[in-house]
């Protein structure tokens, strides 16, 4: 039996695993991205990690069939190369995969995060049954991935399924992209710590007022009717259904997924979702949609890594 390693690299952690080709994950390792130490210093703890999952399964290195490392950012699939990655410092044109490939001694596929974890949702969690459908990783930022009759979309220039930065607001909040108004600016866990910040500091009602809190904190004072917080929150939910409700208008796919640190807020959030794509989508594009949780959660990017790897190595084209 072939078995793959899924590489998830965030800015804090790096997460991967050993998988098998039906992307069951038989092993698991992590550890600190130390991204502050720059790009050399994380490849060689992402190569040392691989190691270290082979290891703790009980396998040999010579044994994988391929390494396939998802990482944040703009990619050239072709080349290997990371163009830039705005979460990890120093990280323009780096030729991750030849530098893996050097030190593991085994193949190894690139793929942008979000895109991974859409494939490994497509593959193996609620997305495995439909052909069309996309993600929004809700996180630091707002990443996308796009999944269309069966295969990522990638665009010209792998610049493709940057949901993130789909302009819901003309002229809108500042975006660490550079651009105002991207859904990243609306619905990243960041943007809502910071504009609950905001809030509060206009002269809004809040338990918060005066603490240090998280994203999570302010869903969780939303569910206790914190006026602030649950006025934030609503926001994001109708933010994203703009942005959900422009991907059905352009792809008309059966299927919506979101994931990230916001899957703790539950049903009542993503019906409130649901109900503003309701509003402003064509009925017929609404209708065809289902919006919904991921199901692999935290190890979509693992598995999607794992498995896009897979299907290069079986096909010798790209997932």
Not at 2 to 10: A, E, H, M, P, S
Not at 97 to 119: H, M, S
Not at 276 to 295: K, N, P
Request: net charge negative; charged share 20%.
């Amino acid at each position: 039996m072939k078995n793959y390693v899924g590489i998830d690299l965030g800015g804090t952690n790096l997460k991967l695993g050993l998988v098998s080709a039906e992307g069951r994950i038989l092993a698991r390792h992590s550890a600190p991205t130390e991204a502050a130490r720059g790009p050399e210093h994380v490849l060689a703890r992402m190569a040392q990690a691989v190691r270290d999952v082979c290891r703790e399964a009980g396998t040999d290195l010579g044994d994988l069939a391929i390494v396939g490392a998802a990482v944040p950012g703009i990619l050239n699939w072709a080349e290997g190369l990371v163009v830039f990655s705005p979460n990890l410092s120093g990280w323009r044109n780096i030729r991750v995969r030849d530098e893996l490939q050097k030190d593991l001694g085994r193949p190894v596929v690139l793929e942008n995060d979000a895109n991974a974890a859409a494939y490994g949702e497509f593959r193996c969690g609620v997305g495995r049954t439909v052909r069309n459908m996309f993600i929004l990783t809700l996180g630091t930022g707002v990443g996308g991935g796009i999944i269309y009759d069966g295969h990522m979309v990638r665009g010209s220039s792998d610049t493709a399924a940057e949901l993130g930065h789909m302009i819901v607001q003309y002229g809108g909040r500042p975006c660490n992209c550079g651009s105002r108004g991207c859904l990243e600016a609306y619905a990243s866990a960041t943007a809502c710590v910071g504009r609950t910040h905001e809030a509060i500091d206009a002269g809004g009602t809040s338990a918060l007022a005066g603490k240090e809190f998280t994203c999570k904190d302010v869903f969780v004072a939303a569910a206790a009717g914190d006026p602030v917080a649950r006025k934030i929150v609503d926001e994001i939910a109708d933010y994203l259904a703009v942005g959900i409700t422009n991907m059905l208008h352009v792809m008309n796919p059966e299927m919506a997924v979101l994931t990230g640190g916001m899957m703790g807020a539950g049903e009542p959030f993503i019906e409130r979702v649901r109900q503003g794509v309701g509003r402003m989508a064509y009925e017929r594009a609404a209708a065809a949609c289902q919006i919904c949780w991921s199901t692999l959660g935290g190890d979509a990017g693992i598995i999607g890594a794992a498995l896009a790897a897979e299907a290069f190595a079986r096909t010798g084209q790209p997932a």
